[in-house]
């Protein structure tokens, strides 16, 4: 996405409510962009901006926070610790803040899944997916992201958010499929602490109307 584009979208979204911005994704941004990105949302608003990187080379010491995150359920090393051992050195070094975070991709899983070689959580058994937050939560990890992947038809089952939302004390994120307001709502009822959006920002027409309903 162009920094215009960023900007107008950052401003749109701050209007209604938005209480801050992920800058990343799956696919492997250079980063450039990810500066560029961090910086156009910075000149527009002063909610925080907070990393979401798939790889080490795209940490960008410009924003506020990153979630220093492993996927849990990733078969590949690298996944699950290979790249914040490249990253840490350059975190500490930038004094961006780490949010440590536990990762788990529930199914389909989409890119997130693909890239980070997941084995997607199924999502008609919550149990499993309560015992990888909890083991993330023992590791020392603050945050539990619930991830149905950006593009999924549906998101993750409120059956699950609520199964993990009884069981852990950490703060409990969930993406992935939420285009509704309806589906927000059955989020947050369920026991999601922050919702994250990102296909309704990208393709809404009336995205404050919709941003605004959705918040």
Sequence with gaps: MEPDDLVTLATKTAEVGTDGFL??????LSLEKVDSAVDAIKETTHLPVILFPTHASSVSGRADAIFFMSLLNSESRQFLVGEQIASARWVKQTGLEPLS???LVV???MAAG???QAQPLPRDNPDLVVSHALAGQYLGMKYIYLEAGSGASNPVPSEIVRAVRNEIEALLIVGGGIRT???ASEAVKAGADIIVTGTLVETSHKLKEEMSTLI
């Design 23 to 28: 800058v990343g994704g799956s696919t492997d």
């Design 107 to 109: 199914a389909p899983g």
């Design 114 to 116: 693909r890239v980070g």
């Design 181 to 183: 307001p309806t589906a």
């Design 101 to 103: 975070m536990a990762y």
